[in-house]
């Protein structure tokens, strides 16, 4: 629902980063991300003026993985892609700008007011929709979607299943204003992130019930979306998606007569763009990548840093991995560094500068600490709390055992992704340094997200994509599913629940003194390490392949760009 207010796996492809180095200019001449020190581009997206392009043509971009639940908000639609997707054919209420402010997008929203917590009340946020806003049922967008969204979002009835109840559990109320397009959202306090749970919004008829939210968009329906295109045809041979320009979109047509979205893996689309069958490629994971999209004649790579990073989740409730002792020895016995260089081999970039050290804040954005040094590479200190914790290396044996029980772990194995499988053995190759046998597991790419949400592994390495609000959505992936609930959010695949964790979470949400709230989130950030939840590794750079005519399209790190305005230049 919102492109911008959970964080989402990237499925199947999996990852890469880059940061201060190499990074060439955005096109406004930015090259610092701010906070403690420098960072690469912040946007290289070719911005041009409506003026200056032609209507007409298409863009056939390559995604990782088709969707195959169009619920953005829901567990098992809480992917990039359809991120992606919907930004072209769902509400945004919101343009971000460069340093992630926003204004609003006045297709949806005409303005907005804001009025803080007095006399015992919580926030008040009083939303004006456009009120030419319709579905493509043709009903307009008002008041009762926000109700039905938030009903449908808050955990208040577990039968729902969203990706996330962050922000919705912090509403206390959504009610009608003067009219039936103006939305009075009431919440329990002062919510910071407010405009990140107020970006989108979900049709009342698609979250009306449990069964609806849940796989009620399995199959896409039309009338369900709404913005400048529209579904035109669904290929289920091809994996691709193909959507026409919306002529009941009320704003500015889009210059575009059409849009597709064909799955492709590395390095088919790769070598599909360089053979001009599509015509973007987004996420391009290493250099091999990189220098066969420049094989185009009329190539442009467009490069600016992202907010993905790369990282290994550890199921903690599975086998060895149960022992805390155990998860913290992988994290002092993984080489993070020697991954990274692994994995960026060829690019012009210095892997030491890449590595990630905390799991909300990016290197050079505010806030940011490195909260890893309990868990730096340190094989002995790894040897030293296996032993102390009781799993022995019996002399003559390569494998360490604890009453007869031999110390070995699962890694699961996307088979046919060059960047998992490249991982997995560095790894196994640390873990046996220091006695602990590791196995492999393969599953197709396609399979990642039921493997992940049904928690059938042990140790597995993917990508997480971050948000324009780093401080938000904590509990989505590190909490439980409400506060109070024992059992981890759905999105919580590590399924690790710490009461000071929980804790710290309403803090964060609440806090208004944004030191004071940066704290709270390094103080929850430690805690994280401390658990051995997930492994961050590195942060990426957003490679963008397209051709050198297309405008308002390419890579930034919060930059948004309505998408009618994507064109070829005249």
Known sequence: MRKSASAVAVLAVSALALTACGAPKSSSGSASQGGDGAGPALAALNIKPRSELKEGGTVRFAISYLPSNWNLNSIDGNGVDNSTIASYTMPVNWVYNEDASFTENKDFLESYEVVEPKDGKGQVVTLHLNPNAKWNSGRTIDWADYEATWKAMNGSDKAFKPATTDGFNEIASVTKGEKETDVVVTFKKSYPDWSNVLSSILPKEGVATPELFNTGWTTYKDEWHTGPFAFDKLDKAQKMITLKRNDKFWGDKALLDSVSFRQLETPADVNAFANNEIDVVDVMINATAVNTAKKRADADIRAAGSRQWRHFTFNGKAGNLADQNVRQAIV???????????????????????????????????????NSGDFKYDVEAAKKQLDEAGWKLPEGKTIREKDGKPLTVKYTVLTGVPTSENEGKLLQKDLAAVGIDMKFVNIAPDDMSKTLTAHSFEIMAFTWQGTNYPMANVRQIYGAKTEGDPEPSESNYAQLVNPEIEKLIPQIATEVDKTKRQDLTNQADKLIWDEVHTLPIYRRIGYAATPKNLANYGSATFQTIPVEDIGYTK
């Open 332 to 370: 002092k016995a993984t080489n993070r560094e020697a991954i990274a260089k692994s994995d960026l081999v060829g690019l012009p970039v210095n892997a030491s500068e890449l590595m990630l050290g905390n799991h909300f804040f990016m290197p050079g954005q505010e806030g940011y600490k490195d």
